[in-house]
C-alpha cells in the first residue's frame, strides 16, 4: 500500500511559478512510476507528465512541455511538479498517483493508476 500526500498549491499570477511535491508513505519498487495529474471543474482529469521512480524518464503532456519539470528524489521518496509560465488556463486541482507497472504507453491514461493523492489546488490569475 503506498499513501501520496501533496502540497505547494496555491494562488499566482500568470507568468508565476509554483513547486508541486507529492511524498510517499510505504514501500515503492524500482516498477513504480508517478504521474501528476490535473482537473479543472466541470473537465476530465488530464495527464500533466510522469517519471519513472527507479530511472527518473520524464514524459509530459503537450499541453506543459517546456514550462513544466517533473523530477524525483528517491531518498526522500518525493515526486516534484514545478510549473514555470504559469497560465489562467493552468488551474485545476492538481493530483499526483503512483501506478506500480510503468508502461509507456498508458503513463497518461489516470485509470491505470493504483494509488491517488487528495490532489491540491493551483490557481493562476490573469
Known amino acids: 500500500q503506498v499513501q501520496l500526500v501533496e502540497s505547494g498549491g496555491g494562488l499566482v499570477q500568470a507568468g508565476g511559478s509554483l513547486r508541486l511535491s507529492c511524498t510517499a508513505s510505504?514501500?515503492?519498487?524500482?516498477?513504480?512510476?508517478a504521474g501528476w495529474f490535473r482537473q479543472a471543474p466541470g473537465k476530465e482529469r488530464q495527464s500533466v507528465g510522469a517519471?519513472?521512480?527507479?530511472?527518473?524518464?520524464?514524459y509530459y503532456a503537450d499541453s506543459v512541455k517546456g514550462r513544466f519539470t517533473i523530477s524525483r528524489d528517491t531518498a526522500k521518496n518525493t515526486v516534484y511538479l514545478q510549473m514555470n509560465s504559469l497560465k489562467p488556463e493552468d488551474t485545476a486541482v492538481y493530483y499526483c498517483?503512483?501506478?506500480?507497472?510503468?508502461?509507456?504507453?498508458?503513463?497518461?491514461?489516470?485509470?491505470?493508476?493504483?494509488?491517488w493523492g487528495q490532489g491540491t489546488q493551483v490557481t493562476v490569475s490573469s
Open positions: 498517483a503512483v501506478d506500480r507497472l510503468f508502461s509507456d504507453s498508458t503513463w497518461y491514461r489516470p485509470e491505470v493508476y493504483d494509488y
Open positions: 517519471i519513472t521512480w527507479s530511472g527518473g524518464s520524464t
Open positions: 510505504g514501500r515503492t519498487f524500482s516498477t513504480y512510476v
